[in-house]
């Protein structure tokens, strides 16, 4: 399949996709107010600014989606990322700079609930609708909310952990503690509440109350001796972390610590993931510790085919780039629009990454290591 064919069948299924989600989509968002002139596409056209959260695959497939959906809009996107999930003063500047380059729209991931919320408030004065994807801000002038809802991936996440594990062991009478490591940003908070819900009532039987701890610095050596002596059949929530080294790091701290206790670990993004798989890999776990993560980056998939990444929870960030400034045209153009919706979630193992959908879901261009048809060489 060549590349604009893929991404025609993408959009198709996008739009199926946008039509269910809508079906379900919680409330009804703000109107967009006064808007453009209808063109051929509704719109008048301008320059709408979509700001990721940092440099990963992920944020490139936001990337490509909200390009396409500019192209077939009729807008001008322009992109730019914060350095990491809780850099919000780089976002900060951006905002600034599609106040001063009169954006009509800012579609964004915010790094911060409430950081952002002085540049958002000038952006609003200016006439700039506000749009916000993967992560919420607590700002009111958010007119609506494009995501993947991180709670019920969290379940899903949990539910497939609870499935491998019984595939090996029916009753989980050999289940050890459960090891969380989520990232920095908001959106970890109900990725981890989800994961321990559902882990909790799927494996009822067999785990104690949860009982979780975090490390940080002032309570270090405590907390390295509750990981090593309070825990059994319980969950151990690591510190949080940014950067994949920092996640490594956390994790062969609990694994150690666990030596021999642990039977799952979740990461929440891609980064814990891959801190993860580095220490699991490096310890030489993968057939002890089952991994559970999040997204889709070349580093997981690697992982996932040398089966030390057992399974992650695939977002569509396709999907959010091309909704996100789909809503946006609306609003601009005066139409009102649902104020949240759900781009919806997929666990991929080794068993199935290799389905079509699957497959176009993480790369919406063509992989990158191929050539000719529908590769970018």
Same mark, same amino acid.
């Given at each position: 399949?060549?590349?604009?064919?893929?991404?025609?069948?993408?959009?198709?299924?996008?739009?199926?996709?946008?039509?269910?989600?809508?079906?379900?989509?919680?409330? =009804?968002?703000?109107?967009?107010?006064?808007?453009?002139?209808?063109?051929?596409?509704?719109?008048?056209?301008?320059?709408?600014?979509?700001?990721?959260?940092?440099?990963?695959?992920?944020?490139?497939?936001?990337?490509?989606?909200?390009?396409?959906?500019?192209?077939?809009?009729?807008?001008?996107?322009?992109?730019?990322?914060?350095?990491?999930?809780? +850099?919000?003063?780089?976002?900060?500047?951006?905002?600034?700079?599609?106040?001063?380059?009169?954006? !009509?729209?800012?579609?964004?991931?915010?790094?911060?609930?409430?950081?952002?919320?002085?540049?958002?408030?000038?952006?609003?004065?200016?006439? #700039?609708?506000?749009?916000? #994807?993967?992560?919420?801000?607590?700002?009111?002038?958010?007119?609506?909310?494009?995501? =993947?809802?991180?709670?019920?991936?969290?379940?899903?996440?949990?539910?497939?952990?609870?499935?491998?594990?019984?595939?090996?062991?029916?009753?989980?009478?050999?289940?050890?503690? #459960?090891?969380?490591?989520?990232?920095?940003?908001?959106?970890?908070?109900?990725?981890?509440?989800?994961?321990?819900?559902?882990?909790?009532?799927?494996?009822?039987?067999?785990?104690?109350?949860?009982?979780?701890?975090?490390?940080?610095?002032? !309570?270090?050596?405590?907390?390295?001796?509750?990981? !090593?002596?309070?825990?059994?059949?319980?969950?151990?929530?690591?510190?949080?972390?940014?950067?994949?080294?920092?996640?490594?790091?956390?994790?062969?701290?609990?694994?150690?610590?666990?030596?021999?206790?642990?039977?799952?670990?979740?990461?929440?993004?891609?980064?814990?993931?891959?801190?993860? =798989?580095?220490?699991?890999?490096?310890?030489?776990?993968?057939?002890?510790?089952?991994?559970?993560?999040?997204?889709?980056?070349? +580093?997981?998939?690697?992982?996932?085919?040398?089966?030390?990444?057992?399974?992650?929870?695939?977002?569509?960030?396709?999907?959010?780039?091309?909704?996100?400034?789909?809503?946006?045209?609306?609003?601009?153009?005066?139409?009102?629009?649902?104020?949240?919706?759900?781009?919806?979630?997929?666990?991929?193992?080794?068993?199935?990454?290799?389905?079509?959908?699957?497959?176009?879901?993480?790369?919406?261009?063509?992989?990158?290591?191929?050539?000719?048809?529908?590769?970018?060489?």
């Amino acid at each position: 399949m060549n590349k604009k064919n893929r991404r025609g069948v993408f959009r198709a299924v996008t739009a199926c996709a946008l039509s269910a989600a809508m079906l379900i989509a919680g409330g =009804c968002g703000k109107p967009g107010g006064p808007g453009g002139q209808h063109g051929p596409y509704g719109s008048q056209g301008g320059t709408i600014y979509v700001i990721g959260k940092q440099p990963l695959s992920f944020w490139d497939d936001v990337r490509k989606g909200a390009e396409d959906a500019g192209e077939e809009f009729g807008y001008d996107i322009v992109y730019r990322q914060g350095t990491s999930d809780n +850099d919000y003063s780089s976002q900060e500047a951006d905002i600034q700079d599609a106040i001063k380059k009169k954006a !009509k729209a800012i579609v964004i991931a915010p790094n911060g609930k409430t950081e952002l919320n002085s540049a958002f408030e000038e952006a609003e004065k200016a006439g #700039i609708k506000i749009i916000n #994807i993967n992560s919420k801000a607590d700002y009111d002038g958010v007119i609506t909310f494009v995501r =993947c809802s991180d709670k019920e991936s969290g379940s899903l996440a949990a539910r497939n952990a609870v499935k491998l594990l019984k595939a090996k062991d029916p009753e989980l009478a050999g289940l050890k503690n #459960i090891a969380i490591i989520p990232h920095t940003a908001s959106t970890a908070e109900e990725r981890v509440s989800g994961f321990v819900e559902a882990f909790t009532e799927q494996a009822s039987d067999a785990i104690a109350p949860v009982n979780m701890t975090e490390n940080n610095e002032a !309570k270090a050596k405590e907390n390295r001796d509750a990981k !090593k002596n309070d825990f059994k059949k319980g969950i151990v929530k690591g510190a949080a972390c940014s950067k994949r080294e920092v996640a490594e790091a956390e994790a062969r701290e609990i694994l150690e610590a666990n030596a021999g206790n642990i039977s799952v670990m979740y990461g929440t993004n891609t980064n814990t993931t891959l801190g993860i =798989c580095d220490a699991v890999s490096a310890l030489d776990l993968q057939d002890d510790v089952v991994v559970i993560g999040f997204n889709s980056d070349m +580093d997981e998939i690697n992982y996932i085919n040398n089966h030390v990444l057992d399974g992650t929870i695939i977002q569509n960030p396709y999907m959010m780039g091309y909704v996100g400034v789909r809503y946006a045209k609306k609003i601009i153009s005066g139409d009102s629009c649902a104020a949240r919706v759900d781009t919806g979630a997929v666990f991929v193992t080794a068993d199935n990454i290799n389905e079509e959908f699957i497959q176009l879901m993480m790369f919406p261009d063509g992989r990158p290591d191929e050539k000719g048809e529908g590769g970018e060489g």
